[in-house]
């Protein structure tokens, strides 16, 4: 189409020149211009509305290929701005896991301190526990000593009593056997006087 109108211009153009009034001079300079001329100027315009043709058929096709650039670039634009929404929503979910696992570390350093409280509280409650063991078991060892100590005066007490005692009944038994020997002596001679 644009070639036509290249043609219809350039055909108009020359038309108007020799449609134009021609002045009438005596001269040979103003006479119509030759054939050959006419040749040379159609062959330029002919090789000019080639020139004008072949710049409009790279235009366009520059064209098209920008438009396709340009179409790929707002596709890539369009992916971007998919894959920026993405990201976005990507690194507000991301954000909220780092909130959550803070508060969850936060706790659980609060337990942690918790524990470790509680850890030391019966630590010291065991340290507690040993001493007074020791101290029992001090206080049962000395008791037991003094106990047994007691215990033993006595049974040393006892036994010396048992000992004079056993002395007393010897003798209870000497003197008893000394009476029965008197008495059996005192009943011969009663027995004799009678």
Not at 6 to 11: G, I, P, Q, S
Not at 22 to 39: C, F, L, S, W
Not at 54 to 77: C, G
Request: glycine share 4%.
């Amino acid at each position: 189409m644009i070639w036509s109108l290249c043609l219809l211009c350039v055909a108009g153009g020359l038309s108007a020149v020799h449609a134009g009034p021609i002045r009438k001079t005596g001269r040979m300079e103003d006479k119509a211009a030759p054939q050959e001329e006419v040749n040379v100027l159609m062959f330029g315009v002919i090789q000019l509305s080639e020139s004008l043709s072949y710049v409009f058929e790279t235009t366009e096709a520059k064209m098209k290929k920008i438009s396709q650039t340009l179409k790929a670039h707002e596709d890539t634009l369009q992916k971007l701005g998919k894959q920026t929404e993405q990201a976005a929503e990507t690194e507000q979910q991301i954000k909220e896991v780092v909130q959550l696992l803070q508060a969850q570390m936060a706790k659980q350093q609060a337990q942690t301190q918790m524990t470790k409280n509680q850890l030391n509280s019966i630590e010291k409650d065991e340290e507690e526990l040993k001493t007074k063991v020791k101290r029992l078991e001090m206080y049962l060892n000395n008791s037991a000593l003094d106990s047994i100590k007691e215990l033993k005066d006595r049974a040393e007490e006892h036994s010396n009593i048992l000992q004079g005692l056993q002395l007393l009944t010897h003798f209870q038994k000497e003197n008893l056997k000394n009476q029965n020997e008197q008495l059996s002596k005192l009943q011969k001679m009663r027995g004799a006087m009678a």
